[in-house]
C-alpha cells in the first residue's frame, strides 16, 4: 500500500494521508527532489551534495546532509507514517519504491499507457488517459527548487510535459475538436516560439476548421519568427503543409504525423 505521495510536477512537496508532510528549507526540498527524479533508485551522497551546494561544497557537507535526511524522517514520522520512506543505502539515500508514489511515474505510465490506446485504435480513451496524465501537472517542475543542477532535470521534465501536450492536441485534431486543439496550441507557441511543429499542428487546425486564411497567417508568422530568431527558413514540414493548403489538397492530412483524415 502507498504511504508518500510526492509531487515534483509543480512545487514539491510530501502528503501522507492527504495531509502535507512539513519540508523546511531548500535542503529538505532539493534532497525529495533529487531521490524522487531518479524513481526509487540510490542517488550518491557526492551527487546529493552537488544538488544542495553546487560544486563548492562546505567541509561540513555530508554532516549537513545526514542532518536533512534526519529531520525529513523526523518530519514523516511526526506525520504518523509507519515505515521509513528515506532509505540510506550503501552509498546514499534512496526513496522506499515500495512504500512511495511520485506524480512523474504516474504521468509517464499514463502516458505510455495513451500511446497504447492508439496503436489498438482507442482514441477517444487515449485522449482521456493524456488529459489525466496532464492534470497532474501544477506548474513548472521543481518549482519551488534553486538548484541549477535539478534545474536541467526539471527541463527534461518540461520537453516530456509538451510532448504530451502535443499527443493531445494531435487527437483532438484527430477527433474533430479542432477548437480546442487551436486555443492550447495558440498558448504553446507562445511560450515555445521556435517549435515548427506546434505551427504545423496549428495550421492543421485552422485548416480543417474551415480558417484557410488564418492558416496561412500561422505560416508566415513562424517563417518571420524563424528568420528573426534563428536566421533560417521553415522546414519542409511547414512549407509542404502551406503548399498543400494552397491548393486545397485532400492528401494533405498526411502532411502532419498524427494527423488523420476526415
Given at each position: ?11 514539491v ?90 506524480d ?18 482507442l ?7 493524456i ?18 543542477a ?7 521534465l ?7 501536450l502535443q ?8 477527433l ?14 507562445v511560450?515555445h516560439?521556435?517549435?515548427e ?24 508568422r ?14 519542409p ?26
Open positions: 500500500m502507498v504511504s508518500v505521495h510526492i509531487r515534483i510536477l509543480g512545487p512537496s510530501m502528503y501522507y494521508r492527504n495531509e502535507a508532510v512539513p519540508l523546511a528549507g531548500q535542503r529538505q526540498l532539493r534532497v525529495i527532489a533529487a531521490l524522487a527524479l531518479v524513481s526509487g533508485r540510490a542517488v550518491s551522497t557526492p551527487e546529493l551534495i552537488g544538488h544542495l551546494w553546487g560544486e563548492n561544497p562546505p567541509r561540513t557537507a555530508p554532516g549537513q546532509l545526514q542532518t536533512s535526511v534526519w529531520m525529513i524522517r523526523r518530519s514523516l514520522a511526526a506525520a504518523g507514517v509507519p515505515q521509513e520512506t528515506v532509505l540510506s543505502t550503501a552509498s546514499g539515500y534512496q526513496l522506499d519504491p515500495a512504500h512511495c508514489e511520485i512523474s511515474d504516474i504521468f509517464r505510465y499514463s502516458v505510455a499507457a495513451a500511446k497504447k490506446l492508439v496503436r489498438a485504435g482514441k477517444e480513451e487515449a485522449l482521456e488517459r488529459k489525466d496524465a496532464l492534470a497532474l501537472w501544477r506548474g513548472p517542475a521543481l518549482a519551488t527548487i534553486s538548484s541549477s535539478l534545474q536541467t532535470r526539471a527541463a527534461r518540461e520537453e516530456e510535459r509538451v510532448a504530451a499527443q493531445r492536441i494531435c487527437l483532438e485534431i484527430t474533430g475538436e479542432y477548437e480546442e486543439a487551436i486555443g492550447e496550441l495558440t498558448d504553446l507557441i511560450l516560439p521556435l517549435r511543429e506546434l505551427y504545423a499542428h496549428l495550421m492543421q487546425a485552422l485548416y480543417l476548421s474551415g480558417r484557410q486564411a488564418d492558416a496561412l497567417a500561422v505560416f508566415r513562424a517563417r518571420n519568427t524563424l528568420t528573426d530568431e534563428l536566421g533560417i527558413d521553415p522546414g514540414r511547414l512549407t509542404t503543409l502551406e503548399r498543400a493548403i494552397l491548393r486545397q489538397d485532400a492528401d494533405m492530412l498526411a502532411a502532419v504525423p498524427g494527423m488523420a483524415r476526415r
